[in-house]
């Protein structure tokens, strides 16, 4: 069953076994229009709560046989492992999650929740078996066996097409709320946009235009650094800016820092050097 308009990506981050500082412990992740299940394998993960990059104290702390829901992000934030960890995250598309689970979206935006309350009751022998699971190979297995029947149903009452990136899911996303059900006016379109993910559509389109951008920036002939070369010519980013949409290259600035709370130099270069960044590199 190919479920790629459901599940945006896996990804399995394990530090066992390797000798990492406090800095390179944390986590730092950017504002982002997905939601994720969590089974926490090996290690203690603290999510850090964090204000206009400031680190206000801690959210949740996860322990090995934990499994966690973590919400959409309208701006950046961060976990700390204590210790060696093994995580894997199945990285949903949040109206695809809601329409499997009928979940209350907006109510977990910023939030680390336990899977094992929010999540149906009918989810819970799945979770369980994940968990108990020998090894990651076997949880993506496990997991689709339980996903394909559930999401066939959902495909059979309304198709979405698979969207690996940001813009084509958001495009998408825009013209089933405007289809679906009675009342089509801008207005409720937007609530059923906010209902189904936890945002509204204009956060939603700026997300998805900064991903777009970060890719575009990886796709250009002068950024060689991201590709692990020290020689490379300054990035333009006023032409970086214009080719994305941007008015000008302080609106851009702007929008990278609130998604990442970085400016985008110092985001090109935590990408490149800073292990902290590394969803970063995997995302892209």
Do not use: C, M, Y
């Given at each position: 069953m190919h479920l790629s308009a459901c599940v945006r990506a896996y990804v399995v981050r394990s530090t066992l076994g390797v000798v990492l500082?406090?800095?390179?412990?944390?986590?730092?992740?950017?504002?982002?229009?997905?939601c994720a299940i969590n089974w926490i394998v090996a290690g203690v993960i603290e999510a850090m709560a964090v204000n206009a990059g400031v680190v206000m104290g801690s959210r949740r702390v996860a322990r090995p046989g934990d499994i966690t829901f973590s919400g959409l992000l309208d701006h950046p934030a961060m976990n700390y492992d204590h210790g060696p960890t093994h995580m894997f995250s199945a990285v949903f598309h949040p109206d695809a999650l809601h329409a499997l689970t009928g979940m209350d979206m907006p109510a977990s935006l910023n939030r680390v929740l336990d899977a094992r309350t929010v999540l149906p009751a009918c989810w819970l022998p799945a979770l369980e078996a994940i968990q108990q699971a020998?090894?990651?190979?076997?949880?993506?297995?496990?997991?689709?066996?339980h996903l394909a029947p559930l999401w066939t149903h959902v495909q059979r009452e309304h198709p979405r097409a698979p969207a690996q990136r940001f813009k084509a899911w958001s495009q998408g996303l825009?013209?089933?709320?405007?289809?679906?059900?009675?009342?089509?006016?801008?207005?409720?379109?937007e609530r059923r946009i906010k209902a189904w993910t936890g945002l509204n559509f204009r956060k939603l389109q700026l997300i998805s235009?900064?991903?777009?951008?970060?890719?575009d920036v990886l796709e250009t002939d002068?950024?060689?650094?991201?590709?692990?070369?020290e020689a490379a010519n300054d990035v333009n980013w006023s032409e970086v800016a214009r080719r994305n949409g941007y008015s000008d290259q302080a609106h851009f600035c702007r929008e990278v820092r609130a998604i990442s709370g970085l400016s985008p130099t110092e985001l090109r270069r935590a990408v490149r050097e800073d292990e902290s960044y590394w969803i970063y590199r995997v995302w892209m």
């Open positions: 500082t406090p800095e390179q412990r944390l986590s730092h992740f950017p504002a982002g229009a997905v020998p090894n990651d190979d076997t949880r993506i297995k496990l997991l689709e066996a825009a013209i089933r709320a405007s289809a679906a059900g009675w009342g089509r006016s801008l207005r409720q379109s235009r900064a991903e777009q951008t970060f890719f002068d950024t060689r650094a991201l590709n692990w070369t």
